[in-house]
């Protein structure tokens, strides 16, 4: 099993002291948790992209062309590109040039994002956001595949014979296909033979299983061998504590913090308890040995050979973000590494482009 950190990028409130971090504060703490992540062994990084309140990660490939300057082995990966809203000719070359910068350390998760404020600003309505995530991807692949394309798509001007430069580095970059809720962006990723990852982070577990099961079912509809199919899935909380009882107790006021946040926002929470949120969500938070066996409940269910963690303290203090942090890779990880396999390809060693 392989093992990403991942932030979101989030601009808001501390959820426990209630201070906020100027922005230029929290890119520095963005780039720090990339070197905690590399310095303690985990497999990538991941960005997410949103341009709506309280996020401000709107650049990615910049955010990441700074952590691959200052890394050297851990991959890069986006989470989620939200090709809905982009133009897939820029979004190409942004991230074939990324790919270059970084030595090939690059991969993708897609998808066509979230919130009302970001569709609007870029003129997307809920009844083309799908559509337009789909014809995004086919020209995005065609891209990066060919080099020279020919196009009449729906949604931008045409392309005749269009050369799009710099080619990536590795022919060809993964891209997964991120899914929180939908069977469209599913059925893309099966269709394409490409890897699947899940959101699962607000729900219970079975809304995410079923898509799981969907996206292995139309895995193997467009003909493709089973045994290739590879999803990776998310965790929507991580500590980590000798004792379980000591971890709830050490996780509880982030827990409270980030569930007044969420009341502000004027969402209603789907866990309403620490105790309910330990119990029924993804999030990892007791002993390394309760961990690895929930860890274990969730592969039961999805099958899953990469697990993401959040890179962000959320409310814990810096030293029990990074205490927590060590504790996986010393206690968690080499256990699941062990009794649960990698994805079925090699993890580094990129094949450079003509």
């Known amino acids: 099993m392989r093992f990403l950190a991942i932030t979101l990028i989030v601009h808001a409130p501390h959820p426990v002291t209630g201070v906020q971090k100027s922005t230029h504060d929290r890119f520095r703490e963005v780039i720090d948790n990339a070197l905690l992540a590399e310095e303690l062994g985990f497999d990538g990084f991941g960005v997410g992209e949103r341009h709506e309140r309280p996020f401000i990660s709107a650049s990615p490939p910049v955010v990441l062309s700074h952590v691959a300057a200052l890394t050297r082995e851990i991959r890069l990966f986006t989470a989620v590109t939200t090709l809905s809203l982009l ?86 970059i993964r891209v997964w296909h991120g899914s929180a809720t939908s069977k469209e962006s599913v059925d893309v990723a099966a269709r394409y033979g490409d890897p699947l990852f899940s959101a699962n982070v ?26 290739g199919a590879v999803v990776g899935a998310g965790t929507a909380g991580y500590y980590a504590a000798r004792n379980s009882q000591d971890a709830i107790d050490a996780y509880r006021p982030a827990f409270e913090g980030q569930l007044a946040f969420q009341k ?49 303290a959320g409310g814990l203090t810096d030293t029990q973000h990074r205490e927590s942090l060590e504790l996986f890779q010393s206690d968690i990880a080499p256990v699941l590494r062990k009794e649960i396999p990698d994805p079925p390809w090699g993890w580094g060693s990129p094949k450079e482009a003509a």
Request: glycine share 6%; aromatic share 12%; charged share 25%.
């Open 87 to 172: 133009d897939p000719v820029r979004a190409a070359e942004d991230y074939a040039t990324l790919d270059h910068l970084s030595g090939g350390r690059l991969e993708l998760i897609i998808g066509k994002g979230n919130g009302a404020a970001q569709r609007e600003l870029f003129s997307v309505t809920p009844e083309d956001q799908w559509d337009r995530n789909a014809e995004s991807y086919d020209l995005f692949r065609g891209i990066w595949h060919h080099g020279t394309v020919t196009a009449a798509p729906k949604f931008r001007p045409p392309l005749n014979e269009a050369e799009v430069w710099p080619r990536p580095y590795q022919q060809p």
């Open 202 to 227: 607000t729900n219970p577990i079975e809304p995410y299983a079923e898509l799981v099961r969907y996206y292995r079912e139309r895995w193997e509809h467009y003909g493709h061998d089973p045994a």
């Open 264 to 312: 502000r926002l004027g969402l209603t929470p789907v866990f309403p308890t620490l105790e309910d949120f330990v119990e029924r969500s993804s999030a990892l938070i007791g002993s390394p040995q309760k961990i690895v066996e929930k860890v274990h409940r969730y592969h039961d269910a999805f099958g899953h050979t990469v697990l993401h963690l959040h890179a962000d």
